[in-house]
């Protein structure tokens, strides 16, 4: 019996777990999100404002929850927008305000949004068919958000019936890359996704999706599709490819680059545009390949104790250029210890955009005892390599104060005996001398 009702109490526990989960994930109500709003004031000579705001989140048009419309005493009431996203883009939990002490905080930006036509080759057929305008004229918004740790960065474009402050997600992008870091010759996908409001007239009139890729303050164009006419319009980057089916599909315009090069490193822009609007998010992508090592000469020469060898450790394929290199020396106790004495070299750049650089060591082989183990030590931000080669230092060294020491005492020792048996021998011959002498007498 009592295992009976455990068996229950277990199955009841599971099922409110299970039925609390549900209306959690279910719930049209998302934690409200701090921002700022951004304005851009005409009548005061374009001064800008930055004002405290709150976004309240719902995914549902009609669910209105009053507990969760309460205004901070820091918030004008103005500056509060009730937003709808059927998508749920901006219910993400990086988004979720800040717990108590905690210093990091999501960021999130919204301001007016200016809607136009886009005279970009492959953008303006979208606005070509003559869309009535009835339906532009309203207050749109765009917001910019930044989740925690850079999990989320969303980019969405809002429509709100003319001050009403209660806006309509129309156009959300969004990626879930924000930073990242890839091997070098590896694929590498750079995600971005959007989502249009099916119930916007806008939707259905066709999209185009454009990559750009951004470095140092220079710009390039990397690949642009016309979904309207369904072509790549225009590519400036081998091997850089959209999954086109998964585009039309889900929205997903993520940029995949077959083959990473050391100049894929940058900034990427993601735009996806409709007639009249388009919204933008930027990934950074950095490709990361630590050095290989090699010593030279290797292996290294038998060294005699006092003599300097000259070891060369050449690192070399790396990306980016920030490298630190040095030398351990392990000896027979087996304790590691650092060297000094290393000069390194400025650093070249090889056909392939890797950087290579090396270290040139004046070994002085006097205070290494009979050798031991020398490692070329190189701290890389894609990782710590090491190279080691065995060194051997052969032959007798230059005696130690104790070993002249104990010569001297070994020399005196033998003097001393010499001069004993010495004595003893010659005093023992004149005893001789004189008994003979004596004798003749
Ligand atoms: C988008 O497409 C790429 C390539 O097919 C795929 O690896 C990725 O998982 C897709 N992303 C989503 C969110 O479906």
Redesign the pocket.
Known sequence: MTDFSTIYKLCLLTVTCCIQACSSSSSSRCPAVECWLVQDHVSRRGATTQEKSLLHIRTDANSRDAASEQIPSDINPDRVFFITDPAATLCHQSLSPPTRGSLQKAQCEISPFLHQPSTLKWVAPLTVTGFSPVYLQADWFSAALLGLNKQLIISSIMRSPTATKEPNVILSVSSKTVSVQARLGKPV?L?C?FWVDPSSPLSGLGFAVEWRYQFRGKGRLVLAYDGKTDRVADTQEEGATL?FE?LHQ?G?A?L?LQETKVRHSGTYICTVHLPYLQAQVAVELEIVEPPSLSIHPSPLPLAVPGQTLVVQCEASGFAPLSLELSWEFKGADGKSRPLESASVTGHRQAWDGTYGQSTRLELDTSNLGTGGELTCVAVHPGGTRRASTSLSVIGFGSPSIEDSMAMVGVALVLYGLIKVVSWTFSSSGTDVADKVEKKEK
Do not use: E, P, T
Request: no cysteine; proline share 0%; net charge negative.
């Open positions: 996908l995600d996704g999954d998964g889900k997903n993520s995949i």
